[in-house]
DNA sequence: AACACTACTGACAGATACTGTCAGTAGTTT
DNA sequence: AAACTACTGACAGTATCTGTCAGTAGTGTT
């Protein structure tokens, strides 16, 4: 039981401290040294909670970062659950597990009353038959659009043509029942499509590209909305 | 890490439950012994957290008592993002405005670095051309589902063959791209799928169905899963 | 620029907390 | 009465935790 309950203990200290704490003086109060200090932070910051450290100076918890209780009606809390089944049912796995995660957490802010409304659920997503698999790792893509890695791959177009491309990745949209890339094609200096399906050997580039004005997600978007 | 992890998530698996949960479950559900469950369940309660167990019966806990989550990460806004934007294509107009109330209530509990995240946001929904549109309404039809109304519509068959139903409404699937309106046949005497937008003069009946065991949403859903 | 302070990491070995199994008691529901 | 279920104790194996030590790198102070 030591370690749980110093890890909740950890939490609470730091919050109380207005004052950047130090690993020396947190494995004082805790009677332990100072080298399991280090690996209790590691591990609550694995676990999400916003420690910051920094050389010098100490740790400091953000205060903020408490979900408050939200008040959700039924509908709202119907909605949510269905848009978590989709994403569950449309993206891959790990990108299913951070919608699940986002989930309880909402749950478990709801308000005692509100939690009987989530047996109440009656609307549900299955997965479907006409899903078109992919062969690319949909989260490798989502970190290179994150980071602002240039991408390179081979596209099969819809005549049945391959070709080479060096994109900059800007965007996942779900067009059902197909996922697109969209982003700015270097060879075309334009913005294409590309349906992740029909995607191979899909190579993430060291190099990042630069946020240009005429090349990026907002411009992207601003195009589509033209159309 | 396992054994914090799981104190909390035992938190809230119970939280959850409306009934009480046995020990035997919670361990399966773990994937621990049983006995592991009750020693987990003697740490909480010795910290001060509010289960109570009764022999014969399970564990339930004080809903009232609730820990606040850690603030949500930037992937787990993503995906709710994505999932209200699913939500929003899919269903109709007031489902989706509930869907977006619901995303307004957690963005107004984002602290100021994560609200920065949702600008960057980069995985979307579209609307697809192969969604099958429906006459029926969405919003009617749910609301006949949880007031437990009967309901009497006209189907058109994959056989292009059409009958008269009157249905039990348990549930909407979405079973991309169409609609799935899941319900207790009288007819057939036996649970029935039915495509949305193969409806046609539905209409609410004022009887009321009545929960019968092998008739209700939980029967339905575990016939499902057996299959 | 030098120094003190601090976060952070890796390796390793010893300590200990955790876990499953088993056997048994007692309370609850059907 | 039978079937569940919570709960406890003992024990042995093991997974996890912990401290020590040695070293790197970032930060603030003098």
């Known amino acids: ?10 939490i609470h200290h730091l919050r109380r401290m207005h004052q950047a704490v ?13 080298r399991t200090i280090y690996r209790d932070i ?23 970062y408490h979900l408050p209780p939200i008040m ?9 659950a269905l848009g978590i089944g989709m994403v569950g049912n449309w993206t891959d796995e790990q990108f299913a597990a951070k919608a699940q995660s986002a989930f309880k957490k909402i749950q478990a802010t709801l308000p005692a009353p509100l939690i009987q409304e989530l047996h109440q659920i009656s609307t549900f997503s299955a997965p479907s038959h006409y899903k078109i698999p ?19 791959f081979r596209y099969l ?27 700015w094609c270097e060879l075309r200096q334009s913005f294409r499509n590309f349906r992740l399906d029909r995607i191979t050997e899909f190579v993430q580039l060291d190099e990042r590209y630069p946020n240009e004005k005429d090349k990026n997600l907002a411009a992207y978007l601003a195009q589509i909305d033209h159309d």
Chains 1, 2 share one sequence.
């Not at 590691?42 to 903020?64: C, H, R």
């Not at 959700?72 to 119907?78: P, T």
């Open 1 to 10: 039981m030591r370690r749980a309950e110093r890890l909740n203990d950890i």
């Open 22 to 34: 130090t690993a020396d003086s947190l494995a004082e109060v805790f009677e332990v040294s100072p």
């Open 42 to 64: 590691q591990n609550l910051i694995d676990s999400g909670v916003p420690i910051n450290g920094e050389a010098g100076v100490g740790y400091v918890i953000d205060k903020k």
């Open 72 to 80: 959700f009606d039924a509908d709202e809390i119907e909605a949510i």
């Open 134 to 152: 992919w062969e690319v790792s949909f989260t490798h893509v989502r970190e290179c659009i994150r980071r602002k890695n240039k991408v390179r």
């Open 157 to 183: 177009d819809l005549q049945e043509r391959t070709s080479e491309r060096t994109i900059w990745p800007l965007s996942l949209i779900s067009f059902s029942p197909v996922w697109l890339l969209a982003g």
